[in-house]
C-alpha cells in the first residue's frame, strides 16, 4: 500500500483543519406545546404514541431482517462456498504481521536513541487494509476496511494514532455489527456461492439496510494530498476526505462526490504535479464512457473531463522493427 511522508504535508494542512471547525455551542432547547404528549396512567407505566409505536415496528422488523440475512449469509459460507483457496482464507491472510489491529488514539513516542530535530514538522501517514470484523467467510488481503496510521513530529516530539477512515461501508457496518457489503476479491469463490450473495445483497438494498449508491468502497489502497487536502482513496469509490488534529488525531471528513457523480469512482492512484499544484486522475464506468480523464485544479476543482475511447479492433497492428 502507499504511504505519503511527511515532505508532502505542508505545516499549514496539519495545523489548520480545511473543513472542519470544532466549536462548541450552548445547545438551545425548544418545546413545542401542540406536540403530542406521552399519557401516564396511575399505575406509573407510559402509553407511547402512534408515531413511537411506527418506530418500535419499524426497528423490530429491521432487525428481524438483518438476523434473516446474516443466516443466509451464513449458510453460503458453511454450506454453498467450496473449501478456501490459501489466497483468501483468513487463518492464512489474517495471521502474522497482517493480522487485524484496534484503533490507537494519539500516543506519545519514546525516542530509543538521539533526539528529533525541533525543526522537523510534518507527518507521516500510511493507509492500507484492516477489516473492522473477524471474516465469516473467504477473505482476501486487499478486502479490508481503510486504516491510516499516522506519526506526526512537531516540536522535537513525535505521536502516533491509528483511525479507521469512516466511510458509509464502515459505518454501516459497525451500526449492524458485522459485514453486510460484498467483498470485491473474495465473493467470488463459485457460480452458486455468486448468484447467492447478489441475491442477499440485493435484498439488502431492498429493505434499506444499506445504499449503494452511497458507495461500498473501503478506503484502503492509498494516501493523496492534492487541492489542498488529504485524501484516502481505493479504485472502487470516491476518494475520502480526512483531517490531521494538532494533537495528531485523524478524523475523517467524507466521501468528496465533488469529483464524480454517484455510482462513480476515481482512481486510487492519481498523479501530481508539485511545481504547478495540479492532479491528474481517471475514473472507470460500468457504462459509456467506460474510461475518462481530468484533471484537479490547486484549488481542488475539477476540470473538463475528455472520454478515453477505445481503439477500433480494425486497427491493424504494426509492430516497430529495429533497425
Known sequence: M????????QKHCIASPPLLHLQSKTPTVRINLNSQPKISS???TTVHTSKEQKITARIKAQSLLTNFFKSLDDFVCKFIDPPHR?????????????????????TACEVEEGALPPCLDGAYIRNGPNPQFT?????HLFDGDGMLHSIKISNGKATFCSRFVKTYKYTVERDIGFPIIINFFSAYTSL?????????????VLSGQYDFRRGTGNANTSVA?????????CESDLPYAFYQT???????????????APLESMTAHPKVDYETGEAFAYRHNIKRPYLTYFRINPDGIKRRWFTISLLPKTTPYSPIRRS
Open 2 to 9: 502507499e504511504t505519503l511522508s511527511s515532505s508532502f504535508l
Open 135 to 139: 471474516p465469516r467467510g473467504p477473505h
Open 42 to 44: 396511575s399505575m406509573g
Open 192 to 204: 452458486l456461492a455468486t448468484m447467492a450473495r447478489y441475491t442477499v445483497a440485493i435484498g439488502r
Open 225 to 233: 494530498h492534492f487541492g489542498g487536502k488529504l485524501f484516502a482513496l
Open 86 to 106: 490459501p489466497s483468501v482464507d483468513p487463518k492464512i491472510v489474517l495471521s502474522g504481521n497482517f493480522a487485524p489491529v484496534d484503533e490507537l488514539p494519539p
Open 246 to 260: 494538532p494533537g495528531g488525531d485523524i478524523i475523517t471528513l467524507g466521501r468528496h462526490e465533488d469529483y464524480g
